[in-house]
């Protein structure tokens, strides 16, 4: 596990039920006073508390494809561009609809290229090029993590990030396929 994920294993139950207390009660506030975007952002949180600190993606998925809905009609780039990202990411480890996760994760791609930040371009890059290669795409895939080890470099990611993205690279040159 790296660091972050190993942290975040060692968290106890207490803790991940407040997490989730806070954002369900600003949930509860956004949409007491109709604020769409809020919303969008809340139910997103909720989602990732479930998905990433419980790691239950049935659970999650409900609160990210309403976040999704609400973020494309009210919310920030960043909003839609992370909830894209998690419903591709979704169908890429969990679904097994890769072409589905290509979708998602291209437009939250596209969303992060409006944002202008090549930290999240390197990311973004990063995903979409792991689901092109899983969908069978191959040379689209190898485009893209050209692109996150180009991007990472450009935004000067640290090491284990960068490293990361040029091992998916190196790993798919040489004909592996990537697993989750």
């Known amino acids: 596990m790296s660091g972050g994920a190993a942290a975040l294993a060692e968290l106890p139950p207490s803790a991940i039920d407040a997490e989730e207390a806070l954002f369900t009660q600003a949930l509860e506030l956004r949409r007491a006073i109709g604020d769409r975007a809020g919303i969008a952002e809340s139910l997103f949180g909720v989602g990732l508390v479930h998905q990433v600190l419980r790691g239950d993606w049935d659970t999650a998925m409900p609160y990210f494809r309403e976040a999704l809905i609400e973020a494309d009609a ?19 480890v969990v679904s097994g609809r ?42 689209a895939g190898l485009a893209a993590l050209r692109d996150a080890v180009d991007a990472g470099a450009a935004a000067g990611l640290r090491r284990p990030w960068a490293d990361g993205a040029r091992d998916w690279l190196r790993r798919a040159e040489a004909g592996e396929m990537p697993s989750f």
């Open 74 to 92: 009210h919310g920030d780039l960043y909003t839609r561009s992370e909830a894209y990202r998690h419903v591709g990411f979704f169908h890429l």
């Open 98 to 139: 890769p072409s589905e996760a290509v979708d998602h994760l291209a437009r939250s791609l596209e969303l992060r290229e409006e944002l202008g930040d090549p930290r999240l371009l390197a990311s973004a890059s990063l995903a979409l090029g792991q689901a092109l290669l899983i969908a069978g795409r191959r040379e």
